[in-house]
């Protein structure tokens, strides 16, 4: 991580969404959620995966609360926040913008919010 414009709030502590999740609150049907998209962007390259790894929830804030249980709150980042990050080796990376509208991590309002990346193959080491 080389900069951070959002606030410096993310999350480690939660797990991919999955269908399972869904179910659990109170939604019918299919949602899209971050482990059956991750699964289709691997398939696209022909690759599987025998688990969903751990995500970096960026932007997500998930406080810790005095009693050990964990709160879904809305972000504290705003409009054009953003992070940059140098990666040190080469990877396969997966970006997903949060599919969640049943609970407040993507704001009061409970709407998905677009994400953008760029990759910049030519960045400067430090």
């Not at 951070?4 to 999350?11: A, E, K, M, R, Y």
């Not at 659990?24 to 691997?42: E, I, K, M, P």
């Not at 009693?67 to 990877?91: I, K, Q, T």
Request: hydrophobic share 35%; with cysteine.
């Amino acid at each position: 991580l080389i900069q951070d414009t959002s606030g410096g709030v993310h999350d480690t502590l939660i797990a991919a969404c999955d269908r399972y999740r869904y179910q659990q609150l109170g939604h019918v049907g299919h949602h899209d959620n971050c482990t059956d998209n991750l699964a289709a962007a691997l398939g696209a390259l022909g690759l599987t995966s025998s688990e969903t790894p751990s995500p970096l929830n960026l932007f997500m804030n998930i406080p810790v609360r005095k009693d050990g249980s964990v709160s879904f709150e809305a972000p504290v980042s705003g409009p054009g926040s953003y992070v940059s990050m140098r990666a040190e080796m080469d990877l396969i990376i997966a970006f997903s913008a949060c599919p969640q509208d049943l609970i407040p991590v993507n704001g009061e309002d409970c709407v998905p919010t677009e994400a953008h990346y760029r990759i910049d193959a030519k960045a400067p080491r430090l």
